[in-house]
Nanobody
Framework: QVQLVESGGGLVQAGGSLRLSCAASGRTLSSYVMGWFCQAPGKGREFVAARGWYSLNTYYGDSVKGRFTISRDNAKNTVYLQMNSLKPEDTAAYYC????????????????WGQGTQVTVSS
């Protein structure tokens, strides 16, 4: 089992930045793909970013390319999502997820999920 706990959400003005953290426990994540998804009220879960734990390859949703960065800290068993140049349309609950196979932008393929952290961007 893998437990994921997100933190770092909050209220920020448009153009500002936030860094979300996803702390993992239960087992090491060296064989896992880590992903970030977001869900706004009344909408489905949307792919934000993903990477293999030790991979240098990162993947991003079209709406966040050039603004968000996914990274990880091996020692802390933690994945981060650095969010820059935030826009009001980025307002959503953000979820961290893990899966054991190839990188995917589809939420249905992820086995473990955190409880989510809310990001609100004011205009």
């Amino acid at each position: 089992q893998v437990q994921l706990v997100e933190s770092g959400g909050g209220l920020v003005q448009a153009g500002g930045s936030l860094r979300l953290s996803c702390a993992a426990s239960g087992r090491t994540l060296s064989s896992y793909v880590m992903g970030w998804f977001c869900q706004a009220p009344g909408k489905g879960r949307e792919f934000v970013a993903a990477r293999g734990w030790y991979s240098l390859n990162t993947y991003y949703g079209d709406s966040v390319k050039g603004r968000f960065t996914i990274s990880r800290d091996n020692a802390k068993n933690t994945v981060y999502l650095q969010m820059n140049s935030l826009k009001p349309e980025d307002t959503a609950a953000y979820y961290c997820a893990a899966r054991k196979s190839a990188v995917s932008s589809r939420s249905v393929g992820y086995d473990y999920w955190g409880q989510g952290t809310q990001v609100t961007v004011s205009s």
